[in-house]
């Protein structure tokens, strides 16, 4: 049974950082692609970032390249979102998914297999 589990959401000021985290168990991220959507309050959920596994290639949403980062440790079976100079356009809850790696580049929900539970982030002075 494949499970992601997200972690370390919560409220951060404009400008500030967060890193939030995600656990994957049941699936081998070698094989996979694994990264990040958000969804704001009546809003479609958006592809944020995405990294293959194999190699490491990621890739970001116009609106947080340059600021956030994703990483993984395939020995942790854990992908990572570093968000830094956060605005509150940033405001969302974050899921975490996993797909084929073919679409590491299309990271959109329907090519998803495997979705978290989500995160939420607030970012607010």
Same mark, same amino acid.
């Given at each position: !049974?494949?499970?992601? /589990?997200?972690?370390?959401?919560? %409220?951060?000021?404009?400008?500030?950082? /967060?890193?939030?985290?995600? @656990?994957?168990?049941?699936? +081998? %991220?070698?094989?996979?692609? %694994?990264?990040?959507?958000?969804?704001?309050?009546?809003? @479609?959920?958006?592809?944020?970032?995405?990294?293959?596994?194999?190699?490491?290639?990621?890739?970001?949403?116009?609106?947080?390249?340059?600021?956030? +980062?994703?990483?993984?440790?395939? #020995?942790?079976?854990?992908?990572?979102? !570093?968000?830094?100079?956060?605005?509150?356009?940033?405001?969302?809850?974050?899921?975490?998914? #996993?797909?084929?790696?073919?679409?590491?580049?299309?990271?959109?929900?329907?090519?998803?297999?495997?979705?978290?539970?989500?995160?939420? @982030?607030?970012?607010?002075?």
């Amino acid at each position: !049974q494949v499970q992601l /589990l997200e972690s370390g959401g919560g %409220l951060g000021h404009p400008g500030a950082s /967060l890193r939030i985290s995600c @656990v994957a168990s049941g699936l +081998t %991220l070698d094989y996979n692609a %694994l990264g990040w959507f958000r969804q704001a309050s009546g809003r @479609v959920r958006e592809g944020v970032a995405s990294i293959k596994s194999s190699d490491g290639s990621a890739y970001y949403a116009d609106s947080v390249k340059g600021r956030f +980062t994703v990483s993984r440790d395939n #020995a942790k079976n854990t992908v990572y979102l !570093q968000m830094n100079s956060l605005k509150p356009e940033d405001t969302a809850v974050y899921y975490c998914a #996993a797909g084929n790696p073919a679409y590491v580049r299309d990271w959109f929900p329907w090519h998803m297999n495997y979705w978290g539970n989500g995160t939420l @982030v607030t970012v607010s002075s």
